[in-house]
């Protein structure tokens, strides 16, 4: 084969490598274990506390809303770059970092520098779904790590608890998302818990907004004047288990969050509320669309970013 034609044949190579998209079975030689070992790690953290798939899950948001899927908010701190722990939205609050080391470390143990911690977190999300009870998807791989971590984009992109609608929708829209993408995404609160400061004004100061009893229920955890870290759980009723009954919630005035309540608030969102909370069928089936588009977010694949060795800290 003459030079031009090997030349062209490599860029032809490359230019393949670069634009991959994410596929199911990108690991399928090199780790095929791999999604086993996510998934029995993930099994017995869930076992031992159920919030964990909660807390995977909202990690996974986090750190797809920030310059994409890059595993940035796994980083710390480093002398050239902030990262985004301390970010306003995940601070105090953000977990599931411990785990992530530990499914890192087993899956490091099988297939050593193979694996990208933004593809682990992509599965442990899933699972941790999956484990609660909730839907079931295929996840896309094939994400590298990104080398830097931006605390100033978390400050912006990821939505505080006392957004109102317009906002909610325009943050969701910078990411591609639609606002029925952010209402079905939002069925995610349907798990997990949230600590009273974030919660405190909406139950203390929107009386025409929130269920009366529902709101003195939660005065009685959550004082207003400290206590600041004391939890409840932002599904009421199902706390532990995926369904929809956070949709059912909203439509009795009992959104534990501003930004909750503001998804069934006379706005444009109220019919697809309405529908989540009537079938859990369409909101299973509308969830997974918009985690497979979430989880797809600017990922870096090909010569770009990194197989971290250790998800905290870039090569
Ligand atoms: C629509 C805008 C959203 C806002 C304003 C919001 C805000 C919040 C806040 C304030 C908390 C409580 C944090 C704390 O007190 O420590 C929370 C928890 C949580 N969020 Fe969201 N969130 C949003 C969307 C999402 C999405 C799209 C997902 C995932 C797909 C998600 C998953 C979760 C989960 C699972 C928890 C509980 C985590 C745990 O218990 O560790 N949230 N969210």
């Known amino acids: 084969m003459g030079s031009l034609s090997s030349t062209l044949l490599w860029l032809l190579i490359c230019a393949t490598i670069i634009d991959a998209q994410l596929t199911p079975n990108f690991y399928a030689r090199t780790c095929p274990t791999l999604q086993s070992i996510v998934r029995d790690t993930m099994a017995?953290?869930?076992?031992?506390?159920?919030?964990?798939?909660?807390?995977?899950l909202r990690l996974f948001f986090h750190d797809c809303f920030v310059n994409g899927c890059d595993a940035s908010v796994l980083l710390e701190d480093t002398p050239s770059f902030k990262g985004e722990k301390n970010a306003y939205a995940n601070q105090n609050s953000l977990r599931g970092f411990k785990l992530m080391d530990i499914i890192k470390k087993n899956v490091e143990a099988k297939c050593k520098s193979t694996v990208s911690c933004s593809d682990i977190l992509a599965l442990a999300a899933r699972d941790g779904v999956v484990l609660l009870g909730g839907p079931k998807w295929t996840v896309s791989l094939g994400r590298k790590d990104s080398r830097t971590a931006s605390f100033e984009a978390a400050?912006?992109?990821?939505?505080?608890?006392?957004?109102?609608?317009?906002?909610?929708?325009?943050?969701?829209?910078?990411?591609?998302?639609?606002?029925?993408?952010?209402?079905?995404?939002s069925g995610a609160h349907t798990i997990g818990m949230a600590r009273c400061s974030t919660y405190?004004?909406?139950?203390?100061?929107?009386?025409?907004?929130i269920n009366a009893a529902f709101a003195t229920t939660k005065m009685a955890t959550c004082p207003s004047i400290g206590g600041d870290?004391?939890?409840?759980?932002?599904?009421?009723?199902?706390?532990?288990?995926?369904?929809?009954?956070?949709?059912?919630?909203?439509?009795?005035?009992?959104?534990?969050?501003?930004s909750d309540q503001e998804l069934f608030n006379g706005g444009s969102q109220d019919a697809w509320v309405r529908l989540y909370a009537r079938s859990n069928y369409a909101l299973s089936k509308d969830f997974v669309v918009a985690m497979l588009k979430m989880g797809s977010i600017s990922p870096l694949t090909g010569f770009s970013g990194e197989i971290r060795r250790h998800c905290r800290f870039v090569n």
């Open 155 to 185: 400050n912006v992109n990821l939505p505080p608890p006392t957004a109102n609608l317009a906002t909610l929708i325009s943050l969701f829209a910078a990411k591609n998302l639609t606002a029925r993408d952010m209402t079905a995404l």
């Open 229 to 258: 870290d004391n939890l409840a759980p932002l599904d009421t009723s199902t706390p532990n288990h995926f369904d929809n009954g956070y949709f059912r919630n909203l439509m009795a005035k009992q959104g534990l969050l501003h």
């Open 44 to 56: 017995q953290a869930v076992a031992k506390e159920p919030r964990m798939g909660a807390s995977m």
């Open 200 to 209: 405190r004004s909406h139950i203390y100061n929107e009386a025409n907004n």
